[in-house]
C-alpha cells in the first residue's frame, strides 16, 4: 500500500509541476536528461547509437522518447507508448484585458477542448505556458516558460439570490460566465497591459518585445489523495497526465529489448489532434522512419518495422459512475482501483480489436495485474482518442487502455491510487517484451 501511495504522490507532485503542455514536455524531458538521455532535435542531423537512449521534440508541446532495440528493426519494430500533454481549459486571448466599468479588470479567453464549465468557477486560478518575444531572427522569435505560481485570477459564479434556478441546471456561456476577474482597478493601474507588464516581470523582457503568448488557466490548487482508505487520488489534469506519467516511470526503466521502445506524448488530442505536434500530423511516422533509416535500410525496411511494431493508446478511461450507473453497459463497468481498462468500440472510435485486446491481455496475466473493460451504452455516443487518429498515420496494431476515472474534463477530476502503480507496471512489463 505503501508503494501504491508514494507512486499516486509523486503523479500529483508532477502534474503540480506541469501547468500547460509546455511544462508537461519540460519536466519529461528533465527526467529524461537526469537518466542519461540524449536530447536530439528535428532540425539537426541525428547520429544513433545501438542501444542508446533519445529523445525529441516537437513544438515544446510534444514529446518522442526512444531506446534503439538490440534486434533488427525491420523484423522487431516498435513498442510505442502513447498518451496526451494537453486538457481542457481556457486560453488567453490577445489583447486580453477587458476593463468592467472602471471598477474590475478581467482577461478575454477562449476555451480549449471540452472542459466541464461550471467546475472551473469559484476556484483559485493561475495561468501557465509560452510566450514568444521578438529576437533578432525574424524567423526564430526567443520563447520563454511562464508559470505565475499563484493564484492570479477567479471566475466568480452568480450568487444563488440572483439566479434562483441554478439547482435545476443552466447553460453556462463561455464568453459572457466564464471570463476570470484579477483585480479591482485603481488609479495607477495601466489597464491596457496588465498582462504584459507581468509577464515583463516573470522574464525580464521589455513589454514591447513581447509578441504573442499561448497561455492557459490552469487550477491553482494542487491535488490530494483522499478517501476511507487513501484510495483515491483526487486532481486536475488526469487525463492525460496520469496516463504521461505512467508511460514515463516504465519507460525509465530503460529495459532493454529487442524492439525499439518508444514513448510519445502527443499534444492537442483534446481538440482533435490536427496540429504539427498532433496525433494526426506526420511527426511520429517521420521519427520512426528516420530512425531506420539511419540504420542502413531501405523503404522496404522501413514498413516491416512498421507492421512488426505494436502501440498502447494510452488515456483515461470512465469508472462506474456511484450515482449513475444507469449510464454504463449493462456488463462491462470498470471499477477504480481493480486494473487498466482496455477500451473497445466496434465502431472504431478505439482501435482496439480482439488481436490487439488479447496482447494487452496476456501482458497484464504475465505481470499477475488484473485488467477490465469497457464498452460504451449502446445508446451513448462515447469520446475518441489517440489511437485512431494515429492510425490515420500509422497502420500498426494498436491497443486502446486507460485507467478508470470519475468526472473526465471537470478541474478536478478522481482516479484510483492502487491502479496508478498497476497500469504502469503493465506498462514497464510491455517494454521488456
Ligand atoms: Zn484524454
Not at 501547468?19 to 544513433?48: C, I, M, R
Not at 476556484?123 to 499563484?150: C, D, E, M, W
Not at 496476456?362 to 469520446?383: E, H, T
Request: aromatic share 8%; net charge neutral.
Amino acid at each position: 500500500m505503501k508503494k501504491y501511495k508514494a507512486h499516486a504522490q509523486d503523479l500529483i507532485d508532477f502534474i503540480y509541476e506541469s501547468p500547460s503542455p509546455y511544462h508537461v514536455v519540460e519536466n519529461a524531458k528533465q527526467k529524461l536528461l537526469n537518466a542519461g538521455f540524449k536530447a536530439l532535435k528535428l532540425t539537426e542531423k541525428w547520429d544513433l547509437k545501438p542501444k542508446e537512449n533519445y529523445f525529441v521534440t516537437q513544438n515544446g508541446t510534444s514529446l518522442f522518447a526512444f531506446t534503439m532495440g538490440s534486434g533488427n528493426v525491420e523484423e522487431n519494430g516498435f513498442k510505442i507508448i502513447a498518451a496526451h500533454s494537453d486538457s481542457p481549459t481556457f486560453k488567453i486571448k490577445p489583447s486580453p484585458e477587458i476593463n468592467v466599468a472602471d471598477r474590475y479588470l478581467k482577461f478575454n479567453t477562449e476555451t480549449y477542448g471540452g472542459p466541464i464549465l461550471n467546475t472551473w468557477l469559484d476556484r483559485p486560478l493561475s495561468i501557465a505556458g509560452r510566450v514568444s518575444v521578438a529576437s533578432k531572427n525574424v524567423l526564430q522569435p526567443n520563447n520563454h516558460l511562464v508559470n505565475f505560481t499563484k493564484p492570479l485570477v477567479v471566475i466568480p459564479n452568480l450568487p444563488i439570490h440572483f439566479n434562483r434556478k441554478v439547482n435545476e441546471g443552466i447553460a453556462l456561456n463561455k464568453q459572457v460566465d466564464m471570463l476570470p476577474v484579477t483585480t479591482v482597478i485603481s488609479e495607477k493601474l495601466n489597464t491596457e497591459n496588465v498582462l504584459a507588464e507581468l509577464i515583463s516581470k516573470e522574464i525580464n523582457v521589455k513589454v514591447e518585445d513581447i509578441l504573442e503568448v499561448d497561455l492557459n488557466l490552469y487550477h491553482h490548487t494542487k491535488g490530494s489523495i483522499i478517501g476511507l482508505n487513501n484510495e483515491f487520488i483526487n486532481s486536475g489534469k488526469l487525463d492525460d497526465l496520469a496516463m504521461v506519467h505512467a508511460g514515463l516511470t516504465a519507460f525509465l526503466n530503460k529495459s532493454k529489448s529487442k524492439a525499439t521502445n518508444v514513448l510519445a506524448i502527443f499534444d492537442n488530442e483534446e481538440v482533435g489532434s490536427r496540429s504539427k505536434q498532433g496525433a494526426g500530423s506526420p511527426v511520429l511516422k517521420d521519427i520512426l522512419k528516420r530512425i531506420v533509416a539511419i540504420q542502413n535500410k531501405n523503404e522496404e525496411d522501413v514498413q516491416r518495422a512498421y507492421y512488426n511494431s505494436f502501440m498502447i493508446s494510452a488515456d483515461m478511461a470512465h469508472a462506474l459512475h456511484p450515482n449513475h450507473t444507469d449510464k454504463h453497459d449493462p456488463v462491462n463497468k470498470p471499477i477504480i482501483n481493480s486494473g487498466p481498462v482496455i477500451k473497445i468500440e466496434g465502431n472504431q472510435k478505439y482501435t482496439t480489436d480482439s488481436d490487439s485486446s488479447a496482447v494487452f491481455e496476456m501482458l497484464c496475466k504475465k505481470a499477475k495485474i488484473p485488467y477490465q473493460k469497457f464498452v460504451n451504452r449502446s445508446d451513448m455516443l462515447g469520446g475518441g482518442t489517440l489511437g485512431n487518429v494515429s492510425a490515420g498515420q500509422l497502420a500498426i496494431r494498436s491497443v486502446d487502455v486507460g485507467n478508470p476515472m470519475w468526472a473526465m474534463h471537470s478541474v478536478c477530476e478522481t482516479s484510483g491510487v492502487k491502479d496508478h502503480t498497476l497500469i504502469s507496471e503493465a506498462f514497464s512489463e510491455f517494454y521488456k517484451l
